[in-house]
């Protein structure tokens, strides 16, 4: 589209993980829907995933409204990205420098930017917008408790952070609910640094905007003395799963599902199915994999569980026999429309590893939950799906047993207890619905931020 010198175009920036792209694009979407331009600016390690195979483009168009471009995040295919550290580091060393001259360029193209939001692994895009003149907000894309637990643990002393937090509104958090990576014992370094960083920054952005609703995650349970007080957009998950099915359905998926999958769901009476997937990230561990295998065999349910192969590997690391074994019970697949499945008449429920689109969509979907977290905010998702907001049951020992997912699973579809989670669960539909309905908090709180965009900037 070509710009005027009175459109507004808003770049935000994120990291090329799914569980960024999905809500940023998301917050595109409801942005561009008020006529705003959009530039999604992400990490050139995911344009190949994100382009998929054979385009050549640097930049495409999710709709006409909204634009993707790649900025150097120091990856090179020659040297794979080793770990979370590895990421961050070459991401803080060679994003800026790049990302400005993205900026520079759409300003040269006529696509001057006038506003930037950025994501949390990107902290230093409030200084770049500052050196620019542009203002800059933060989009937070975890859970709000998450936000307050991080401020409040990276502002005391490390060796503190053991000791059990209390949040009004939460119930006694305890260790195995804490987010792991800011745990002393965590390996990853650099995230705590980045966050303190982040923290520290604060002073400089606009807006503090967080992916939950008012509803789910009332301020009293996040906010902290010191803390800016953040404004609740979400759930930025599809509008399809919020009782909009017309809106239009805006997705870039860096792995292709399979055609089946919905076909197969097709075929199964209703709340007859288990869904099983641990998002975009997490593999199991072999000894892991083969339990969880077992365990759904031996639930006698029909299921669709996303197996994705670890990077640069094909191996499922799926038992010998298994498959043969649950012909007509239950397919695996290495990716799958997670919305459209949460929303299908089949599911009975979903064996999640709690990544927090995952939780929303789940949450919205009103599918009740077996929590499986397997690090970063998930121990604490879990906690607020299954003691705050009753929905689920959690596996929580370390090696999970066959007999334990077979048992988890009759808990959650069978019986008293499994009504009970339906109920709750589809209380927490009908409030994240609620949350995004003209006047619904949400819903203001993203006009107040469209609002500060049209004061702000040329
Ligand atoms: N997802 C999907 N298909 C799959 C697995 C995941 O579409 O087979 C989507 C899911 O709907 C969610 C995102 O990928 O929006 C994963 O984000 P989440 O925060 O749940 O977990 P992460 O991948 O970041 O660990």
């Not at 195995?176 to 303190?196: G, H, I, K, Q, V």
Request: negative net charge; contains cysteine; aromatic residues 8%.
């Amino acid at each position: 589209m070509e710009m005027g010198s009175e459109t507004k175009h808003v770049m935000l920036v994120c990291y090329a993980a799914q569980g960024h792209i999905n809500p940023v694009l998301q917050f595109a979407g409801r942005l561009a829907s008020r006529g705003i331009s959009i530039t999604v600016a992400t990490a050139a390690i995911g344009r190949q995933r994100i382009l998929k195979d054979g385009d050549k483009a640097t930049a495409f168009e999710a709709d006409g409204n909204i634009k993707f471009e790649f900025f150097s995040d120091g990856s090179d295919p020659l040297m794979p990205i080793k770990d979370l550290d590895d990421c961050l580091g070459r991401l803080e060393r060679e994003g800026p420098e790049s990302l400005a001259g993205l900026v520079e360029d759409l300003r040269v193209q006529g696509r001057k930017v006038t506003y930037m939001v950025t994501t949390p692994f990107t902290p230093w895009v409030i200084d770049l917008a500052k050196g620019l003149g542009v203002p800059c907000s933060l989009l937070w894309i975890q859970c709000c408790a998450v936000y307050g637990y991080y401020y409040r643990v990276l502002h005391r002393n490390r060796a503190e952070m053991e000791v059990p937090l209390t949040f009004p509104g939460l119930p006694h958090l305890k260790p195995e609910d804490f987010p792991t990576l800011a745990s002393p014992s965590s390996t990853y370094n650099r995230f705590p640094l980045l966050l303190t960083q982040l923290y520290e920054k604060l002073g400089d952005v606009k807006m503090v905007l967080g992916n939950s609703f008012n509803e789910l995650e009332p301020e009293e349970i996040w906010f902290a003395e010191g803390l800016h007080l953040m404004k609740l957009v979400g759930p930025l998950i599809p509008q399809a799963l919020l009782g909009c099915p017309t809106a239009p359905r805006l997705r870039k998926d860096m792995w292709v599902a399979p055609s089946n999958c919905l076909s197969w769901l097709d075929s199964k009476p209703e709340g007859s199915v288990v869904y099983v997937s641990l998002g975009s990230v997490s593999v199991l561990p072999p000894k892991q994999t083969e339990e969880m295998a077992w365990g759904l065999k031996i639930s006698r349910r029909a299921f669709i569980w996303v197996v994705k192969p670890p990077e640069n590997s094909s191996e499922t690391g799926l038992p010998e026999g298994f498959l043969e074994g649950v012909e007509g019970q239950g397919i695996v697949v290495p990716w799958c429309p997670q919305v459209e499945v949460l929303s299908h008449p089949s599911l009975a429920c979903f064996l999640t590893h709690c990544g927090w689109n995952s939780t929303l969509e789940t949450v919205a979907a009103g599918v009740p939950v077996i929590a499986f977290p397997q690090w970063t905010d998930q121990p604490t998702n879990a906690m607020f799906l299954v003691d705050v907001l009753r929905v689920g049951v959690r596996l929580k020992v370390d090696l999970v047993t066959r007999d334990e997912v077979e048992r988890c699973i009759a808990e959650v579809t069978d019986g008293e207890k499994a009504t009970e989670m339906k109920k709750a669960a589809a209380r927490c539909k009908e409030m994240a619905r609620a949350s995004v309905a003209k006047c619904g908090s949400s819903e203001r709180n993203m006009q107040a931020f469209v609002d500060d965009i049209m004061d702000n900037g040329p």
